[in-house]
Structures are given as C-alpha cells and as structure tokens.
C-alpha cells in the first residue's frame, strides 16, 4: 500500500472502518491493520509521514509537525553554512524555523493546490471604477459617487449624464473564490508545452517541457520569498550571500522533504506487503 493510497481512510465520504475489508486487491487489510502499518510508518519515518499527511491536507497538526522536524533538521545541518552558523543564538531558530516554513510550503505546491489570490489579496472582491449613464431623474445605484448630487441641481430635467463610480465587483482572476489555482499558467499543469521555435523550424508542432514551470506543471513559491521573510528577522544575510550559500541550504530542505516523502512511502510498502 502507498501513501496516496491511505488518504481515502481519513476522509468521512470513502472511509471504511468496519473490519470489513473492500473487495478490491490492495485493500486486501482491515481498517485496523490500516491504522496499525500508519502507526508504524509514522514511527519509523516521522517527517516523511508528517509531510505527506499535511500535504494532502488529512491533518493540519501533521503540517505543523512536518515544520518543526524540518526545522530541527535544519538546526542540525545549518553550521555547513557559515552565514548560518555564525547567527547569533537567538535568533537562528527563528530563521531556520521560517526557511523551513517556506520550504515546506514549496512542497507543499502542486498542480491541484490552491494559493490566495494577489489580484483581490483573497478578499474576492476588487474595486473597479465604472461609468454609467444617468439622467437627473434616472436611479441612483448605491455606491454612486457624490459628484452627481453637485450637477443634480444645475441639470434640467430628463439630461442624460455620465458618472463614474467606484464599485466592489467580483475578482476577475479568482471569480470571488479568493484562491487561485497554482497550476503553471502556460501549461495549465500538464507540465508539456508547444516550443515555439522549434515548431516554427520543423513546421508541425513540437511538445517540449514548458518553460516556464520546467515540467513540473505548477509554479514553484519564488526562493526569493523565503529571502524576504528572512531578511525581516535578521540584516546579517546579503542577497550575495543567500544565493551563494542560503539558497542552496533552502532548497535542500525542500529536497529533504522529498526524500522523507519516498522513505515513508517506501516503509509503509514494507509493512503492509
Ligand atoms: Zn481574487
Ligand atoms: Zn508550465
């Protein structure tokens, strides 16, 4: 049984505690045999476990765990990185605890995740300004500026006029859901793209990996964000630094998380064989 494979059993809708086993080959244990082997595995491969479980968004208590394990990780790990080691005492939990955080948020992305929107700063709604004819004795929208009740009086009756309004209207890039998708927009996820150039050269079509995603199918949280957070705890790491020794420490977490992922996957594999 894989990982992938255990996230049906938390969810109310399929899940099938009974004892009862479905008839279908790889659900050949019971709901407690179940529980057992991922008692087993989150023994075992701890963070890996935790990772997955918070990524798949089974529970938020494993997110937060996957964090602090990663960040103990780091503890462990950051005296390779002088900028790193030489933080002062106080203030490197704090530091590594963000890179950890940003990193598992990276890990956290995929083509299916779903991440605030920027256009509405998730509230669903943007303000648009809107012109709309009216004549003197026309309604009124709410909403309307004040600018009309100046003309109102100077008008004669029945002119049409044009007012400008400044309306709340639904986000045109998340349709008021306040997320967006963080599937690559060139590729729409599917990680394959048409190459310009080279279709242009052959003359029929030509798929490549999509370049702006590099065939992952989804944008990946800009390193840059986790340079910015840590830039608002300490003024010690240069951006010269940070892509000569932080960034790659960064993006081993987020590789770390990875490894932890298949070792989890590969224990549970084990025990439910
Ligand atoms: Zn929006
Ligand atoms: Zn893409």
Redesign the pocket.
């Known amino acids: 049984m894989s990982l992938e494979a255990t996230v049906k059993y938390h969810f109310p809708k399929t899940a099938s505690f009974t004892g009862m086993p479905p008839a279908t080959k790889s659900d050949a244990l019971t709901g407690t045999d179940q529980m057992a082997a991922m008692g087993m595995v989150q023994s075992i491969a701890p963070l890996g476990f935790c990772a997955f479980m918070g990524k798949v968004g089974v529970s938020k208590n494993d997110a937060a765990r996957a964090v602090s394990l990663l960040t103990e990780f780091a503890m462990q790990t950051c005296d390779r990185v002088a900028a790193l080691r030489k933080l002062e005492t106080d203030i490197k939990p704090a530091v590594l605890q963000t890179l950890a955080t940003y990193a598992y948020m990276d890990y956290c992305q995929s083509a299916s995740s779903k991440k605030p929107?920027?256009?509405?700063s998730?509230?669903?709604f943007?303000d648009a300004e809107v012109f709309t004819m009216k004549s003197r004795f026309g309604t009124q929208r709410p909403g309307a500026v004040t600018e009309i009740k100046r003309l109102d009086e100077s008008l004669p009756e029945n002119t049409s006029y044009q007012v400008r309004d400044t309306e709340r209207v639904l986000?045109p890039?998340?349709k008021?859901?306040?997320v967006?998708s963080s599937a690559c927009r060139d590729c729409k996820g599917r990680g394959r793209a048409v190459m310009e150039a080279e279709s242009k050269r052959q003359g029929v079509p030509v798929m490549g990996d999509c370049k702006r995603c590099g065939g992952r199918g989804f944008e990946r949280i800009p390193a840059i964000e986790a340079f910015r957070a840590i830039s608002a705890i300490t003024d010690s790491i240069s951006l010269a630094t940070w892509d000569r020794s932080g960034k790659p420490f960064y993006d081993q977490l987020i590789g770390k998380l990875e490894i932890e992922e298949s070792w989890a996957n590969a224990a549970l594999n084990k025990v439910t064989a």
Do not use: L, P
């Open positions: 929107c920027k256009c509405c998730a509230t669903g943007i986000c890039d998340c008021g859901k306040c967006v």
